[in-house]
């Protein structure tokens, strides 16, 4: 039997990219969800999308940089099923552009929402397991850029290093609780939408860094982290390569990956200079997959 068969799970940014690919596969293993995001109207589908395949939701329209929305979200969970069973937090936002040239509003607003919504978010779910007999698995969806730093992307770099110290932290903090487990997965490149609504203060739009995986691939090392908790799982084939290089050769490292980011990182589409959907959310653009389709996976 699945690990989610019949267990419930709130998935925080549901309505795009990640976050949606594993709603959609814990719906098909049998989970009861508590679907979270920003967007009223996307959230709607997805619930749809996932009572298709069977399983029976609850949505909540939350911003996670809100800790009494997180708070509102996990009661509403605990009134219809009763229980939290586990929680995947993938809710993220940025802007790219030299740090200078990100406004000040911009930056901070991506930091909320990667950062302290991974607090908020954690704390409510801590907070929960403690309560139900100290049992529940949370995993958070971290980042390649939560372990390396690349030009253009700090309001997005800076709070996933945050975020992999968080994680760390209460792996730590939780050992006297074996019932609570805390897992981190790593994606590199994944063709998710979150590259055209992101903010842009460069003139281009953003892309995946090669090799491109897909959102169910990383869904499915989620779901495999809830069952098989781990530090952090890392989902990308050159991820190792890449960190080893950022540590242990810091002055090459720092030579390449400026021409590295321009070529690979960034696409040639033109785009005007704004926040995208980092100070309110875009619901036209959210969806499972973005543009990069197999061409660019391979």
Known sequence: MPYAASRTVLVVGATSGV?????????????????????????????????????????????????????????????????????????????????????????????????????????????????????????????????????YMSSYAVPKWGVHALVRTLQIETRDTPGIRISLVSPGGVDTPVYDQAGSYLGRHGRPPPPVDSPERVARAIVATLERPQRDVSVGLLNPLVVTGFRLLPGLFDAIVTPLMRAGGLSRRSAPAGPGNVLSPSPSGEAVHGRWGRWARR
Do not use: M, W
């Open 19 to 151: 976050g949606r690919a594993t709603a959609l596969l814990l719906a098909e293993q049998g989970a009861r969800l508590v679907l979270l995001s920003r967007s009223p109207s996307t959230l709607a589908d997805t619930a749809a999308e996932c009572g298709a395949r069977g399983a029976e939701t609850c949505t909540v329209v939350a911003d996670v940089a809100d800790a009494d929305q997180v708070d509102a979200a996990f009661a509403a969970a605990v009134a219809r099923f009763g229980t939290v069973d586990a929680v995947v937090h993938s809710a993220a936002t940025l802007a790219y552009g030299r740090f200078e040239d990100v406004p000040a509003e911009v930056f901070d607003a991506a930091l909320a929402t990667t950062l302290r919504g991974t607090a908020n978010l954690a704390r409510a779910a801590l907070r929960q397991f403690r309560a139900q007999d100290g049992h529940g698995s949370l995993v958070v969806v971290g980042s390649l850029l939560g372990k390396i730093a690349t030009p």
